[in-house]
């Protein structure tokens, strides 16, 4: 897996509402993102991965057929902020 930071990256797929349709994630580095699906109809998917600094981490969700409709659909990854320990 190459390094990426910033926007952007790819993302392919297609929906058919006779098939489940799968979200994985990867990332690695350290620190965690969160993952977010939304299809015509809103939020689809919602979950998070962990990345680890040595090696990669890996989320997916499989959603029922026909919850992602056919159509666009737009996929969210962003860093997750890590709390700050207290005094």
């Known amino acids: ?23 994985t994630a990867a990332c690695r580095g350290g620190g965690s993102v969160a993952v977010s699906m939304d299809s015509q109809q809103g939020r689809v998917a919602d979950f998070s991965v962990d990345c680890p600094a040595d090696r990669v981490g890996v989320g997916s969700v499989t959603m029922d057929p026909g919850v992602v409709e056919p159509g666009s659909f737009t996929i969210g990854v962003e860093p997750r902020r890590t709390p700050s320990a207290g005094p």
């Open 1 to 23: 897996m190459p390094e990426w930071t910033g926007d952007g990256g790819v993302a392919s797929g297609g929906a058919w509402d006779e098939l489940p349709t799968v979200l």
